[in-house]
């Protein structure tokens, strides 16, 4: 699943670059708000308790995810944006569950403001393409062992997206992003659990400039 993400990430690049013409997004402001799921993704797993390890790349099941931005398209093709974040995921974590003799019943909840920016490839077909990239501070927060912890830090995304313009001011988006958490550690009755996760993230989003 993961690798058929990314062909189709680099093929939709690919493809607006090639296609690419005069045409872009309209120039100004705009708010955005978006809707979607982790579909796929991994979380880096390891834990510890009494002498005994384990470690896993354990899968992230489908969860929710939304978003609410505000942005600047310029003149020159990119565009500059702000956006509040956040996404739920369970973590499938059976086989460190065996081998710790414990069920973590783990899931993770991400919030971040980013700050991202974007180039405007332009149009292909009706069609305005972007692809772009964010960094921002994110807390995530874990929930192990019926507990729950957070942690803030780094969080990055890595997006692709196109932009079908249903009149002068209103669009309608599809979009595709990488999105990295904080990295966290905690550690709880004995039981030391680090994790770092990243999902695939599909969404569809309404698009209002001013």
């Given at each position: 699943?993961?690798?058929?993400?990314?062909?189709a990430v680099v093929?939709?690049?690919?493809v607006?670059?090639?296609?690419?013409?005069?045409?872009?997004a309209?120039?100004?402001p705009?708010?955005?708000i978006?809707?979607?799921?982790g579909?796929?993704?991994?979380?880096?797993?390891?834990?510890?308790?009494a002498?005994?390890?384990?470690?896993?790349d354990?899968?992230?099941d489908?969860?929710?995810?939304?978003?609410?931005?505000?942005?600047?398209?310029?003149?020159?093709?990119?565009?500059?944006?702000?956006?509040?974040l956040?996404?739920k995921n369970?973590?499938?974590?059976?086989?460190?569950?065996?081998a710790l003799?414990?069920?973590?019943?783990a899931?993770v909840?991400?919030?971040?403001?980013?700050?991202?920016?974007?180039?405007?490839?332009?149009?292909?077909g009706?069609?305005?393409?972007r692809?772009?990239?964010?960094?921002?501070?994110?807390?995530a927060?874990y929930?192990?062992l019926g507990?729950?912890?957070?942690?803030?830090g780094?969080?990055?995304?890595v997006?692709?997206?196109?932009?079908y313009p249903?009149?002068?001011k209103?669009?309608?988006?599809?979009g595709?992003?990488y999105?990295r958490s904080?990295?966290?550690?905690?550690?709880?009755?004995g039981?030391k659990?680090?994790?770092?996760?990243?999902?695939?993230?599909?969404?569809?989003?309404?698009?209002l400039g001013?």
């Amino acid at each position: 699943m993961k690798s058929q993400l990314c062909v189709a990430v680099v093929g939709l690049a690919v493809v607006a670059a090639s296609g690419a013409s005069a045409q872009s997004a309209p120039v100004g402001p705009y708010f955005q708000i978006n809707l979607g799921s982790g579909l796929a993704g991994k979380t880096d797993v390891s834990a510890s308790s009494a002498g005994v390890s384990g470690s896993e790349d354990a899968d992230l099941d489908a969860g929710l995810f939304a978003s609410a931005a505000f942005g600047m398209n310029f003149d020159n093709n990119f565009t500059l944006e702000g956006e509040v974040l956040h996404a739920k995921n369970d973590i499938d974590t059976a086989d460190i569950d065996r081998a710790l003799g414990a069920n973590l019943d783990a899931s993770v909840k991400t919030t971040a403001l980013m700050a991202n920016a974007y180039y405007n490839l332009g149009a292909v077909g009706p069609i305005n393409a972007r692809i772009g990239a964010g960094v921002g501070y994110g807390q995530a927060e874990y929930e192990i062992l019926g507990g729950s912890d957070k942690e803030g830090g780094l969080a990055w995304q890595v997006m692709v997206a196109g932009a079908y313009p249903v009149s002068e001011k209103v669009s309608l988006d599809v979009g595709y992003r990488y999105l990295r958490s904080p990295d966290f550690d905690v550690s709880d009755a004995g039981v030391k659990v680090s994790a770092e996760t990243g999902a695939h993230v599909v969404t569809v989003g309404a698009r209002l400039g001013f």
